[in-house]
């Protein structure tokens, strides 16, 4: 059983930042790539940034400079550092797992989600 739990959602004003967090638990052998997922109202969910073990980090074109994913892999959280934010970053915010299992399966595990709401 694996448990993905983000926090750290709230309603801010434009410009403003927050830090999103994410916690892994339950049993797995390890973690793979981890991610931060996004889903605005009437739109498909649409990848944010992802965090590779080794370090290695991605992000989308329209949050690039802006915010910034980081991973503490000993402990298996995942934090988004979102700066000069603006009303379209309005979304639910989704963390996502690569997680191996002890059963040699791979599996992604998604979280609840947490709403970002941005106001002008």
């Known amino acids: 059983q694996v448990q993905v739990v983000e926090s750290g959602g709230d309603s801010v004003q434009s410009g403003g930042s927050l830090r999103l967090s994410c916690a892994v638990s339950?049993?797995?052998?390890?973690?793979?790539?981890m991610g931060w997922y996004r889903q605005a109202l009437g739109k498909q969910r649409e990848l944010v940034a992802t965090?590779?073990?080794?370090?290695?980090?991605k992000y989308a074109d329209s949050v690039k400079g802006r915010f910034t994913i980081s991973r503490d892999s000993a402990k298996n959280t995942l934090s988004l550092q979102m700066n000069s934010l603006k009303p379209e970053d309005t979304a639910v915010y989704y963390c996502k797992a690569d997680v191996l299992l002890w059963t040699g399966g791979r599996q992604d595990y998604w979280g609840q989600g947490t709403q970002v709401t941005v106001f002008s």
């Open positions: 965090a590779w073990i080794g370090g290695s980090t």
């Open positions: 339950g049993v797995y052998s390890s973690i793979g790539a």
